[in-house]
């Protein structure tokens, strides 16, 4: 301090903005030291992290890459899949809809046959019916035109042989006329 007191009084004067050869010198060694260090530990930590993270970076990027691809495959595979899905409810359906048309018109068929069993089955018992109710005629219109014929005629027709042949010739001719004025129209 008491050289700047002197320097300051004595007239050479120092300027504040021009350091020391000293401190200049001593500056340089500490920056020097300074500089080694940083580049001996600190740079190569540094370097080692940079790497790393580098790595671990473009390992990610490849991991992701993959993952992206597999991703990619399992999603189209998953499309295929779906799709052979689809067709396959398709097939499904179409084959339940060819079932059903077989079903109704084997149902169809069924009725149908069943329908003219009972229509048959009915003409049958109609027939039956419309026969028995011809014999039970002709056996009361036999009576009566027997009874009718023996009182015009004055006498008996008890015997069956006579009976049954008028009985016969009058519904002959009661179908021929019948039959007559069925054509006639």
Do not use: C
Request: charged residues 30%; glycine residues 8%.
């Amino acid at each position: 301090m008491q050289t700047l007191i002197l320097r300051a009084a004595g007239g050479g004067e120092l300027n504040p903005l021009i350091p020391h050869p000293v401190e200049i010198v001593l500056s340089l060694v500490v920056f020097g030291l300074l500089f080694l260090a940083v580049r001996k530990w600190v740079v190569p930590s540094f370097e080692k992290t940079y790497a790393e993270r580098t790595t671990a970076i473009e390992g990610g990027l490849k991991q992701a890459e993959r993952k992206q691809a597999e991703a990619d495959e399992k999603l189209a595979e998953l499309e295929q899949r779906l799709g052979e899905a689809r067709h396959e409810a398709a097939r499904i359906r179409e084959e339940a809809r060819e079932q059903g048309a077989a079903i109704v018109s084997e149902m169809r068929e069924q009725a149908q046959a069943e329908a003219a069993r009972i229509v048959e089955h009915g003409k049958t018992q109609i027939e039956a019916e419309r026969q028995q109710a011809v014999a039970s005629l002709r056996a009361e219109v036999g009576s009566l035109a027997t009874s009718l014929a023996g009182r015009i005629v004055g006498e008996s027709l008890e015997d069956d042989q006579r009976a049954t042949r008028v009985v016969d010739r009058f519904l002959a001719d009661l179908e021929a006329s019948e039959s007559t004025s069925t054509e006639g129209r």
